[in-house]
C-alpha cells in the first residue's frame, strides 16, 4: 500500500478536546516502560520532546527522570493549551522541570544548544518530509546523545489498517477513529525508516518492530 500523507498539525479545536479527553495511559505507559528499558534508570540533563501535544509523555517522563529538565515543543497551540492545563496541577517540582513550547521542526530555536536525549512519539508518521525530523535530532543532539522515536507502522492495506482500527479504538469518538486510521496510511514501513536513516547519515540507530503497529527507532548519535 502507497503512503498518503494526512495534516502535520492538529490546530482543530474538536480534534485537540478528543485527544485530551481520551485515555491513552497504557500505550504511554508502554513507551516509558520501552524507554526506561533502553536507557535506564539514571539519566540527568535536558530532554528534548518533539511533538509532544498535551504533554502527558512529557509530564510521566519528568516524573520518572526527576533529575531531567525537559523542553516539550508541539506545532499546535490547542494541544499545548491542554498540555499547560494538566501541568498546572502537577507538583512545583514537575511544573519547574517543564518547559512547553510552541513551533514547527525545523523553524525554531530551541532553548538549549543541544540535548542528552531527543525523542518523539507519533511525529514521524505527520511529516510529508521525514528528513526534516532526522536533520533536527542531528542538529541538537551531540556524540553520545540518545535518540527514542517511536511511531505507528503502515499496513499491508486500508482494509487492515479499519481493522487495526476496530481492534484498539472501536470504543472512542468517530473523530479519533478517522486520525488513527488516517495516520496509519499515513506510517512508514520499517524498510522506508532505514532508507531514511541511511540517508541522513544515522545507521547506527536501531529499528525494530514492537508491536503489530508500532515501530521504534532508538540508539546514540
Known amino acids: 500500500?502507497?503512503?498518503?500523507?494526512?495534516?502535520?498539525?492538529?490546530?482543530?479545536?474538536e480534534q485537540s478536546n478528543a485527544y485530551a479527553l481520551a485515555d491513552f495511559?497504557?500505550?504511554?505507559?508502554?513507551?516509558?516502560?520501552?524507554?526506561?528499558?533502553?536507557?535506564?534508570l539514571q539519566i540527568q540533563g535536558h530532554i528534548l520532546d518533539i511533538g509532544c501535544g498535551n504533554a502527558d509523555i512529557t509530564?510521566?517522563?519528568?516524573?520518572?527522570?526527576?533529575?531531567c529538565l525537559i523542553d516539550g515543543i508541539d506545532?499546535?497551540?490547542?494541544?499545548?493549551?491542554?498540555?499547560?492545563?494538566?501541568?498546572?496541577?502537577?507538583?512545583?517540582?514537575i511544573q519547574k522541570n517543564i518547559r512547553l513550547l510552541e513551533g514547527i521542526v525545523p523553524d525554531l530555536e530551541l532553548p538549549e544548544a543541544n540535548y542528552d536525549v531527543?525523542?518523539?512519539n507519533s511525529v514521524l508518521h505527520h511529516l510529508h518530509n521525514p528528513a526534516i525530523l532526522w536533520q533536527f535530532?542531528?542538529?541538537?543532539?551531540?556524540?553520545g546523545s540518545r535518540v527514542f522515536i517511536g511511531d505507528l507502522l503502515r499496513p499491508a492495506s486500508p482494509e487492515k489498517a479499519r481493522q487495526i482500527v476496530e481492534?484498539?479504538?472501536?470504543?472512542?469518538?468517530?473523530?479519533?477513529?478517522?486520525?488513527?486510521?488516517?495516520s496509519l496510511l499515513a506510517a512508514f514501513e520499517i524498510s522506508e525508516i532505514n532508507e531514511q536513516l541511511k540517508l541522513a547519515n544515522l545507521e547506527k540507530l536501531s529499528?525494530?518492530?514492537?508491536?503489530?503497529?508500532h515501530v521504534l527507532i532508538s540508539g546514540f548519535l
Open 75 to 93: 506545532g499546535s497551540a490547542s494541544m499545548l493549551d491542554h498540555g499547560r492545563k494538566t501541568l498546572k496541577n502537577q507538583p512545583i517540582k
Open 137 to 143: 535530532i542531528k542538529s541538537y543532539g551531540v556524540r
Open 1 to 13: 500500500m502507497q503512503r498518503t500523507i494526512e495534516a502535520e498539525l492538529m490546530n482543530d479545536e
Open 207 to 213: 529499528v525494530a518492530k514492537i508491536s503489530d503497529r
Open 167 to 182: 481492534l484498539y479504538a472501536s470504543n472512542e469518538p468517530e473523530i479519533l477513529k478517522r486520525d488513527f486510521y488516517n
Open 25 to 40: 495511559t497504557e500505550p504511554n505507559r508502554y513507551f516509558i516502560k520501552l524507554f526506561q528499558a533502553t536507557f535506564g
Open 59 to 67: 509530564i510521566a517522563l519528568a516524573k520518572v527522570y526527576p533529575d
Open 118 to 120: 531527543i525523542m518523539s
